[in-house]
């Protein structure tokens, strides 16, 4: 079966910018998970989702990063006004939702801010 | 807050050589451990978790781990490695929400190996 896939996989944009990443992820998996993979910062959670509960947003570094899922499945994650210092990989990943089982990563959107 | 610690950002092994990264977590709990591995241009792959039970868990492409409460730890071992195993490790701690867990990640370990 599919995996975890996300579009685009490589953005080039200019500061200041909006832009938008999408997620799809596996099909029936009910939680969603962003990540954000940078030189200086490592590996580090951004948001999820979990079946109809409000998102845990405590990972979003400013009020520029905003996420959601419709209706249980795909996800955005959008940046406004965009820095230099939001240049990374961002990760999304999926999983049935349940502590302790498997997340299923994406292969990421590169993300370059000019 | 949750932390996970990889102490060697680098490690460079001959093929064939055994292998060990280590890993020191802080939890408050009792934690859910996990190691994942990223190929050059591929996403993460899980390797192995912990959760409960027995401290020596099996993973995927020969790899085990021990989970030591006593010295936080959760080492990722492999008796013999191959080229194809060059590749970065990342620790991670799975931190409990709503029905769902965040992973923390430590800061990796790239790995090397010599022919």
């Known amino acids: 079966g599919a995996g975890v896939s996300q579009s685009p996989s490589n953005k080039v944009t200019e500061k200041g910018k909006d832009v938008e990443l999408r997620c799809d992820p596996i099909s029936g998996h009910t939680a969603l998970y962003w990540y954000r993979q940078s030189l200086g910062q490592g590996l580090e959670f951004l948001i999820y989702?979990?079946?109809?509960?409000?998102?845990?947003k405590s990972g979003l570094p400013s009020d520029r990063f905003s996420a959601e899922r419709t209706g249980g499945s795909v996800s955005t994650l959008t940046i406004q006004r965009t820095q230099q210092e939001d240049s990374a990989v961002y990760l999304c990943?999926?999983?049935?939702?349940?502590?302790?089982?498997?997340?299923?990563f994406g292969p990421g959107t590169r993300l370059t801010v000019l | 807050a949750q932390s996970v610690t990889q102490p060697d950002i680098h490690i460079t092994v001959s093929e064939g050589a055994s292998l060990e990264l280590r890993c020191n977590y802080s939890y408050g709990a009792t934690p859910y451990l996990f190691w994942y591995v990223q190929s050059p241009g591929q996403g993460l792959q899980l390797l192995l978790k912990y959760f409960s039970g027995d401290t020596l868990v099996q993973g995927i492409k020969g790899f085990e781990a021990e989970f030591k409460r006593s010295q936080s730890s959760f080492n990722l071992r492999k008796p013999s490695v191959h080229w194809s195993d060059a590749a970065e490790y990342f620790c991670?701690?799975?931190?409990?929400?709503?029905?769902?867990?965040?992973?923390?990640f430590g800061q990796g370990t790239r790995l090397t190996i010599n022919p």
């Open positions: 989702f979990q079946g109809n509960s409000a998102p845990d």
């Open positions: 990943a999926s999983s049935l939702g349940r502590a302790g089982n498997e997340q299923f």
């Open positions: 991670a701690v799975g931190e409990l929400g709503r029905g769902a867990q965040k992973l923390v």
